[in-house]
């Protein structure tokens, strides 16, 4: 394979950003400013750290659909008891991230006590935990929350650091760390790899498992809380295409639905993509509808990008093992 | 009985890395008898009937069908020919009706014309003279019943040779009755019969002639009422022995591991014990239930009723770490599904089953992992250029020493070895048994499972039979023989039968 090539498919995701910030940044005015930048980062802070939640999930060889009305469930509760309770805003936050870590326990439990694979899983909580998020809240939006709530989506450290992207990059940091530095990470990427040669190593992949799903809601009820701040209200459609673009972010980030590889910087880099095409296409004046197209077309080709990837690599594969045959007489 | 040879196998020859499938086979099938191929695990039968449907593509030698001659078959022309197999797992549709499957892949008009389905699955039924409802769904046919289904879809797509892979194995007396009266309706409408089996009872009641197979070759071929069971066994495991095997030296009195009463996953009341230092076989067929004993013993499975213990003492296995908590190891049969994370590194795999162990509250001591990895890829002599290099880069036999440096890393006192040379070089294999010799040497135990004949009978301290679930029996080292192993299983086989 020639250098070059090497170099695309390694950083394939960098050049398509930098790509892209450039076309920008020449057809737009606007585009490349401070203001702009930031306000990039602080609309995608909540879709970074869901995001991560997903692609532990995934690795594992899992999928959560149900992310747009977990963080939808979770943004009503935390609202109601912000606008009536008057509990502390800390044991509210608490309270929220519970709340996340049992929703996500209910998609892992169904998933090994059922034996289905958790696309079907999670697609059932879905329309479940959608219908107790609009029965909870009476289909209404809860506002009116107390400043050191709003603070987390809404206020910026020293007047140019969003907390919201404080909060970001430290949810990275803790999914980097738990995949890349710990056991339990090697055994999310080990069941995802092969669940059957995990269990038979002495993984308790059952455990793994569910445990994949508690953590991922945990980021997913975070990412609620910052997107509920921001917007100020809390909604049972909070974030109804968060399951399209989190999954999107993942597939665009080399995550397969097999499961067993892919990295988290990958998946911001590809939240970013996803974050820059759409704040571009605003500043032309697009509609939501054509970005929908735009979006929808990016991650066809991804998913092409992938396969190539894919094929190529059992190519050469095969290539080496004929060698090694040959050389074996 | 009309002499006219409608098949001939000619110097047949397919080579896989490391093993000869089959070797110079020469093999005459007359027209309209039954032909029985026999042979151990792994003596060539299934590459030679893969060759006759098309699925395998002989390296050398001819086949030559009604006197014309193939260089090799292929799917679709073996079926033009009229060449059936039914294969042991059977090739059905579980959610279509009889008639469909029996029809699967015929085109009639472009819509689904159940009226000639029906009649075409009725004619078929009536030659073989059995009685079945054409709608009924496949998916709710019994085994046996199932099978049916394959034969008349063969007699429906008009078959000159049928071949039957084992098809009783999965049968009961009366359903095996069944099956041999349409094998004798097929018989007088001229349907020529390759019949493959390890019961030598039935061998002997329906076959014309039988051709022993071993290690790839064709030994011979004898009418079978020239013959009787101890020379086809004979004949059968009648081999040179050729591999050498490590001198050993640890004896102990001590037992490592004792099961008793063991039920489960088919196997019904299995006792055995194996001494610290030593070296304890399990033999018996393919589906004897070895596999499953194995996985019982180290937890991956669950044991209904029974008793393990480890050093005296009994143990509790609910999962597989459990299994290796209380000190068993599991070199699993198939080792690219169920021994190694392809995708991942030798780093990884090695210390997959112990990176806990190598961890400090949960993080993972990266120098710890990369010693044990460096440790086990010079110990076991892996050939890699780094321990980061991916297993699925790795030749069969280095990816074996994956698994097994995985399982030593875990320090266990007991490892159970699946097939542990299954599909590697020759090389390797002596590097194995080395590798057995020192842990046994060290005073662990080992429990092997293998279907190399050879190889069990030279590693084996003592031998255990299986058979259908079942001890049949217990060869002690100066008692060990093939002729031994496989009278015993024949015997039990019969026994079960009553």
């Given at each position: ?13 960098p ?10 940044s020449?057809?737009?005015d ?13 609309q ?58 049992l929703?996500?326990?209910?998609n ?8 289905v694979h ?38 910026y450290l ?41 269990r ?19 980021f ?15 909604s ?11 999954i999107?972010?993942?597939?665009l ?34 509609s ?8 929808g ?12 990837q894919k ?13 090694t ?5 | ?7 001939s196998?000619q110097g047949?020859?397919?080579?896989y890395p490391?093993?000869?499938a089959?070797?110079?086979?020469n093999?005459?099938?007359?027209k ?7 042979g ?25 069908w ?51 389905y ?15 409802n ?7 046919l019994?085994?046996?019943?199932q ?6 879809k ?5 078959v ?15 359903e ?13 409408e ?6 493959i ?8 009641r ?10 790839g ?7 079978t009422?020239?013959t009787?069971?101890?020379e ?10 050729t591999?050498?095997?490590p ?24 006792s ?25 013993i ?11 213990k ?15 908590a ?10 690219k ?11 990884w795999n ?13 993080f ?9 990895a460096k ?12 321990i ?9 036999g280095?990816q ?9 890393a875990?320090?266990?006192?007991l490892l159970i070895f ?7 070089d020759?090389?390797?294999?002596q ?7 020192d842990?046994a040497?060290?005073?662990k ?10 190889e069990?009978l030279?590693m ?5 039979i299986?058979a ?17 192993i ?7 086989m019969e026994?079960e039968?009553?």
């Amino acid at each position: 394979m020639g250098a070059a090539k090497k170099i695309i498919n390694k950083f394939y995701l960098p050049i398509v950003l930098v790509l892209a910030i450039i076309f920008f940044s020449i057809v737009t005015d606007s585009f490349l400013s401070v203001h702009n930048l930031t306000n990039i980062f602080v609309q995608n802070a909540y879709v970074v750290i869901a995001t991560m939640g997903i692609a532990m999930v995934m690795i594992a060889g899992g999928v959560d659909m149900s992310v747009s009305y977990e963080m939808g469930l979770v943004s009503v509760v935390a609202g109601k008891l912000l606008q009536y309770s008057g509990f502390p805003v800390a044991v509210i936050i608490i309270i929220s991230i519970l709340l996340g870590a049992l929703l996500g326990f209910i998609n892992g439990v169904i998933t090994i006590k059922l034996k289905v694979h958790p696309f079907v899983a999670t697609l059932a909580t879905m329309t479940i935990y959608q219908g107790i998020s609009f029965v909870y809240s009476g289909s209404m939006t809860f506002y009116g929350f107390p400043a050191a709530f709003k603070a987390i989506g809404q206020k910026y450290l020293f007047g140019w650091l969003p907390i919201s992207v404080i909060l970001m990059v430290v949810m990275f940091l803790i999914a980097y760390i738990m995949l890349k530095k710990t056991y339990f990470g090697r055994y999310i990427y080990a069941i995802g790899g092969n669940e059957e040669a995990a269990r038979l190593a002495g993984i308790n992949t059952r455990f793994v498992r569910v445990g994949s799903f508690v953590i991922a809601s945990v980021f997913i009820a975070v990412a609620s809380l910052v997107l509920t701040s921001r917007a100020g209200t809390g909604s049972p459609s909070l974030a109804t295409d968060a399951v399209f673009t989190c999954i999107s972010a993942c597939v665009l980030g080399g995550i397969s639905f097999t499961g067993g590889s892919g990295n988290v910087a990958n998946m911001f880099l590809s939240v970013m993509i996803l974050g820059v095409l759409s704040n571009g296409m605003q500043l032309l004046g697009l509609s939501t509808y054509s970005q929908y197209i735009m979006k929808g077309v990016v991650l066809v080709i991804a998913i092409a990008f992938d396969n190539y990837q894919k094929y190529s690599h059992i190519k050469e594969l095969a290539n080496q093992t004929r060698e090694t045959e040959k050389a074996a007489g | 009985m009309d002499q006219k040879v409608i098949l001939s196998l000619q110097g047949l020859t397919k080579r896989y890395p490391g093993v000869i499938a089959n070797n110079n086979i020469n093999l005459d099938i007359y027209k309209g008898e039954i032909h029985t191929l026999v042979g151990e695990n792994g003596a060539g039968k299934s590459t030679l009937i893969k060759s006759l449907s098309g699925a395998v593509i002989p390296d050398e030698g001819k086949i030559i069908w009604e006197g014309l001659e193939y260089q090799h078959m292929n799917p679709k022309l073996s079926r033009e020919l009229g060449i059936e197999i039914v294969y042991q797992e059977l090739c059905l549709v579980d959610s279509l009706t009889v008639a469909e499957n029996i029809c699967l892949g015929e085109k009639k008009g472009s819509l689904v014309d159940y009226k000639y389905y029906n009649t075409v699955a009725k004619a078929a039924f009536h030659r073989i003279g059995i009685k079945m409802n054409p709608m009924k769904m496949v998916g709710d046919l019994t085994t046996a019943q199932q099978q049916l289904v394959e034969i008349a879809k063969a007699i429906s797509k008009g078959v000159k040779l049928l071949v039957l892979d084992e098809p009783t194995a999965p049968l009961t007396n009366e359903e095996i009755e069944g099956l041999f009266r349409v094998m004798t309706t097929l018989k007088e409408e001229g349907v020529t019969m390759i019949y493959i089996s390890h019961r030598m009872d039935e061998i002997f009641r329906v076959s014309d002639r039988i051709t022993v197979l071993r290690d790839g070759e064709s030994i011979k071929t004898i009418n079978t009422a020239d013959t009787n069971r101890s020379e086809l066994i004979n004949l059968m495991v009648g081999r040179q022995l050729t591999e050498s095997f490590p001198e050993r030296t640890y004896h102990s009195n001590e037992k490592m591991l004792e099961v008793e009463h063991a039920y489960g996953m088919g196997d019904s009341d299995i006792s055995l014990y194996i001494k610290k230092g030593e070296i304890v076989g399990l033999g018996g067929l393919l589906g004897a239930g070895r596999t499953e004993l194995a996985r019982m013993i180290y937890g991956a499975d669950p044991m209904q009723k029974g008793t393990v213990k480890i050093n005296g003492k009994e143990v509790y296995l609910k999962n597989t770490s459990n299994g290796i908590a209380a000190g068993i190891g599991l070199i699993p049969e198939d080792r690219k599904r169920q021994g190694v994370l392809l995708n991942f590194g030798i780093d990884w795999n090695t210390t997959i089953s112990c990176v806990k162990k190598l961890s400090h509250i949960g993080f993972m001591n990266f120098d710890k992992i990369a010693d044990v990895a460096k440790k086990y890829v010079n110990k076991l002599n892996i050939a890699a250029p780094n321990i980061s290099v991916k297993v699925e880069s790795l030749s069969g036999g280095n990816q074996q020493k994956v698994v097994l440096a995985k399982t030593l890393a875990t320090e266990s006192n007991l490892l159970i070895f699946d097939e542990p040379t299954r599909g590697i070089d020759v090389g390797a294999k002596q590097e194995i048994y080395h590798i057995m010799a020192d842990i046994a040497n060290e005073g662990k135990s080992i429990l092997l499972i293998s279907s190399d004949m050879e190889e069990l009978l030279g590693m084996s301290d003592r031998i255990y039979i299986l058979a259908e679930g079942r001890m049949a029996g217990c060869l002690e080292k100066g008692e060990i023989s093939q002729v031994r192993i496989m009278e015993m299983i024949s015997n039990a086989m019969e026994e079960e039968k009553r």
